[in-house]
C-alpha cells in the first residue's frame, strides 16, 4: 500500500503578507524596546545620584566631617560641568578640595543618553555636615534624558534641609515640572 503526501507550498500573496506582518511587529518592537531602554536608563540615573546623596550622608554621619559633593576639574577642584564625575570626599577645611586628595567615591552621571544640570546659584556643589544636614545653601538636581521620539524625560532632584534628596518626576510627559511653590522647571537646550 503506498501512500501519497501532497505538499502545498506558499503562494506569493501569503508569503508577502507573512513578511509585511513580521516586519510590522519588529518594528513594533523596535519602538518599544528602545523606549523602555531610555526608561531603564533614566531610572538608574536617578537612582544613582540619590544613591549618591545617601553614600556622602552617610560619610558625613560616620567621620563627623563636613562632606563635598560635586564634579571635580583637572586642578581637583568643584566645578559646575556635571558632565564630568562626580566626587564624595570628606572636606574639613571647606575649600571644595579633596582633604589630603581622598575621594570616597566617584560616580559617573554622565552615559551619553542623559545629561545632568544642577540648580546651585553656579556654585555646582552641594555639601552635608557632620550631622547630615545640608551645610550652606540648598539645591537641585535636573536629569534630563532623551527619548527616540525626540521628547525629554526629565526628574528634578532637590536636596532638602535634613540633607536628603527629594524627586519629582515629569509624569505627563511635557518635558516641563511644575513645583509645589509654582516655579517651573525644563530642561535646558542642547
Known amino acids: 500500500m503506498q501512500i501519497y503526501i501532497i505538499t502545498r507550498g506558499f503562494t506569493l500573496v501569503e508569503l508577502i503578507v507573512t513578511l509585511t506582518l513580521v516586519a510590522l511587529l519588529a518594528?513594533?518592537?523596535?519602538?518599544?524596546?528602545t523606549q523602555l531602554l531610555v526608561s531603564n536608563r533614566h531610572r538608574d540615573l536617578t537612582q544613582d545620584i540619590q544613591r549618591m546623596f545617601a553614600m556622602a550622608r552617610s560619610h558625613a554621619v560616620h567621620s563627623k566631617t563636613l562632606t563635598t559633593i560635586c564634579p571635580l576639574s583637572q586642578k581637583r577642584r568643584c566645578t559646575d560641568d556635571w558632565?564630568?564625575?562626580v566626587a564624595v570626599?570628606?572636606?574639613?577645611?571647606?575649600?571644595k578640595r579633596?582633604?589630603?586628595?581622598?575621594?570616597h567615591h566617584i560616580f559617573k552621571l554622565h552615559n551619553g543618553h542623559s545629561n545632568v544640570y544642577s540648580r546651585t546659584a553656579g556654585r555646582g556643589y552641594f555639601q552635608l555636615a557632620a550631622d547630615a544636614m545640608s551645610h550652606g545653601t540648598m539645591g537641585s538636581l535636573i536629569a534630563?534624558?532623551?527619548?527616540?521620539?525626540?521628547?525629554?524625560?526629565?526628574?528634578?532632584?532637590a536636596l532638602n534641609i535634613g540633607g536628603r534628596i527629594r524627586v519629582v518626576h515629569d509624569d505627563d510627559g511635557d518635558g516641563e515640572i511644575r513645583l509645589p511653590w509654582g516655579a517651573n522647571v525644563a530642561c535646558p537646550n542642547p
Open 27 to 33: 518594528g513594533l518592537a523596535h519602538t518599544s524596546w
Open 83 to 85: 558632565t564630568l564625575p
Open 89 to 95: 570626599f570628606p572636606d574639613r577645611n571647606n575649600d
Open 98 to 103: 579633596p582633604d589630603n586628595d581622598h575621594v
Open 144 to 157: 534630563c534624558s532623551r527619548k527616540a521620539d525626540g521628547g525629554i524625560q526629565m526628574s528634578y532632584l
